[in-house]
C-alpha cells in the first residue's frame, strides 16, 4: 500500500467530520501524519515485531502519548506508544474510528 491509499482510507472514515474528538481531545487535523512505516515492539511480551503505518501522533510537537498505527496485511488499526527504550505497539482494534476512539 501507498501512503496516499492509507490517507483516503482514513478520510472516508472521518467523511468530512474533522470537528471528531476523543476523551484526550485530539485533534484530528493537527494530529494526521502522512503514513510512514515504522517497526514496533509488541509491548506485554517484548516477543514479536511488527512493521506497521504510524497515521496519527497524539503529540506531534513532544512525539510521546498515544499513536495510531495500521497494518496493511490485517487491514486493521491499533495503538501504539513511545517508550524510551523504543516504539510499542499495544494492541489492534478495528477501524480507524474504533482505533481513535480507544485512546
Known amino acids: 500500500m501507498t501512503p496516499k491509499e492509507i490517507t483516503q482510507i482514513i478520510e472516508r472514515e472521518i467523511n468530512g467530520d474533522w470537528e471528531l474528538s476523543n476523551l484526550h481531545g485530539c485533534d484530528l487535523k493537527k494530529?494526521?501524519?502522512?503514513p510512514q512505516k515504522k517497526l514496533y515492539v509488541e509491548c506485554f511480551s517484548k516477543a514479536e515485531n511488527y512493521e506497521l503505518w504510524l497515521v496519527l501522533e497524539e503529540c506531534t510537537e513532544t512525539f510521546d502519548g498515544y499513536k495510531i498505527v495500521f497494518d496493511e496485511k490485517r487491514k486493521e488499526f491499533g495503538l501504539a506508544m513511545s517508550t524510551v527504550e523504543r516504539d510499542c505497539f499495544l494492541?489492534?482494534?478495528g477501524t480507524f474510528l474504533e482505533t481513535y476512539?480507544?485512546?
Open 91 to 93: 494492541g489492534f482494534y
Open 31 to 34: 494530529c494526521l501524519v502522512t
Open 101 to 103: 476512539e480507544s485512546m
